[in-house]
């Protein structure tokens, strides 16, 4: 079988580029639901990445935010679960804060995770050895193993919703960039600590920066505890998720449930 590692990769650094060409360009902008923009870029680059992932793998499912769902997915072995671009409000508002993401499940588990910022060239990648790979750098997870002592990636839209408020001693800072996946990369290449969202997310929003994190001796839970099963019929899953260290998901996870009442 082919290194499906580098070709995701090389998809990624590829679908980069299409991105660029509109970045603080002129670009077509529709609202798929209400305050869930896509744009001419997320077409163009979805478009570009099932053509090159799939021409490659044949065999596989796909699984697309951009992409008219088929059931017949989910009686594949592996499947690519992608976001061609993740943090598509901040693309919009010139934010350097997206990423392509690439994720490849095998019976449901994460076993590829590709990110690539193309405006900051920062490419987070799993190889066949179980390293994960900041540009050419190997990565390690933040060692960290209580709460207070951390920086907590969280979302901008649920900051200024309010949702973070309770939140806002439980760590040593809240750090909010809008894109899922961006966050996951970076929690899971090192480069910040630890990773919650409070609301529900889809498969193509985590699936790439869940690899990541295993792959680095990391784990990536719902709020609640429970495992994250991937290529489900009903990919979104709830009621929000946390990643990092296993000693910080786990400790996250205990604190969500007393706060719950779970």
Request: net charge negative; proline share 4%; with cysteine.
């Amino acid at each position: 079988m082919k290194n499906l590692h580098e070709l995701a990769a090389n998809a990624a650094l590829k679908a980069g580029d299409i991105l660029l060409k509109y970045y603080k360009n002129s670009y077509e902008i529709e609202d798929k639901s209400y305050h869930n923009p896509v744009t001419t870029a997320d077409h163009e680059a979805d478009a570009f990445l099932k053509k090159f992932l799939m021409d490659e793998t044949p065999a596989f499912g796909w699984l697309s935010e951009e992409t008219v769902d088929s059931e017949d997915r989910l009686e594949k072995e592996f499947v690519w679960v992608v976001d061609p671009l993740d943090g598509t409000k901040e693309f919009i508002e010139g934010v350097p804060h997206f990423v392509i993401s690439i994720g490849l499940v095998k019976y449901g588990k994460p076993v590829v995770g590709v990110l690539y910022n193309p405006v900051r060239k920062e490419l987070i990648r799993t190889d066949e050895a179980g390293v994960v790979w900041y540009n050419e750098d190997q990565t390690e997870l933040c060692q960290s193993t209580v709460l207070q002592d951390v920086g907590c990636l969280n979302s901008r839209s649920e900051t200024r919703r309010g949702l973070w408020k309770p939140w806002a001693n439980e760590f040593k800072e809240l750090i909010p960039i809008g894109s899922v996946a961006y966050k996951l990369g970076l929690v899971a290449s090192g480069k910040e600590d630890f990773f919650v969202t409070l609301r529900p997310k889809n498969e193509w929003d985590i699936c790439a920066g869940h690899a990541l994190l295993e792959a680095n001796g990391g784990r990536m839970k719902t709020n609640t505890g429970a495992d994250i099963i991937y290529n489900q019929r009903k990919t979104i899953i709830k009621p929000g998720m946390t990643g990092g260290n296993p000693h910080l998901v786990d400790a996250f996870v205990q604190r969500f449930n007393e706060r719950e009442g779970k």
